[in-house]
């Protein structure tokens, strides 16, 4: 299986829309929104990726076919801000060379944080951060309106 990891041109933001759209559909098991009058969920800092420096748009290809997308932003740290493979290509390590290939990219201080709820995301980035900075982490927990927080923050 070849995973590859491609900066998204802005030409090509209409496909990380549309999968933006997937994401934020499976994500309302957590969320409970609702889509707008339009019938779409929307994401409001699309293009703060194309028109901000520190922040990195990617599409995830798995045998030239699209898998998923990886935004990172730096507000003071690399900081995953939405990390999504789609369902085909889930438990098959593609995930795993993903976060590979971005640590390569993105040497330096990171925050990943996730919904404490979302058990899968919990599991997988707890699995990243042992893989990849093996007892090299602090772990964090807080809680606000929305759902109980937890992440991780170190260097690579």
Not at 87 to 98: A, F, N
Not at 106 to 134: C, L, Q, T
Request: proline share 2%; aromatic share 18%.
């Amino acid at each position: 299986m070849n995973v590859e990891l491609v900066l998204i041109g802005i030409e090509h933001k209409s496909v990380l829309m549309q999968l933006m759209e997937l994401y934020d559909y499976e994500f309302t098991e957590y969320d409970n929104r609702d889509v707008n009058e339009h019938g779409y969920y929307g994401y409001k800092h699309i293009d703060d990726y194309w028109n901000e420096k520190g922040r990195y748009p990617y599409l995830i290809n798995v045998d030239g076919k699209i898998a998923g997308f990886v935004l990172i932003s730096t507000p003071e740290r690399y900081s995953m801000s939405e990390f999504f493979v789609m369902l085909k290509y889930r438990r098959k390590g593609v995930g795993m060379q993903v976060m590979s290939e971005v640590f390569k990219r993105h040497a330096g201080d990171w925050d990943i944080g996730y919904w404490k709820s979302n058990e899968r995301a919990s599991k997988f980035w707890k699995s990243v951060v042992d893989k990849y900075m093996p007892d090299n982490y602090q772990t964090y927990e807080y809680e606000d309106e929305r759902n109980k927080h937890g992440g991780f923050l170190f260097s690579n």
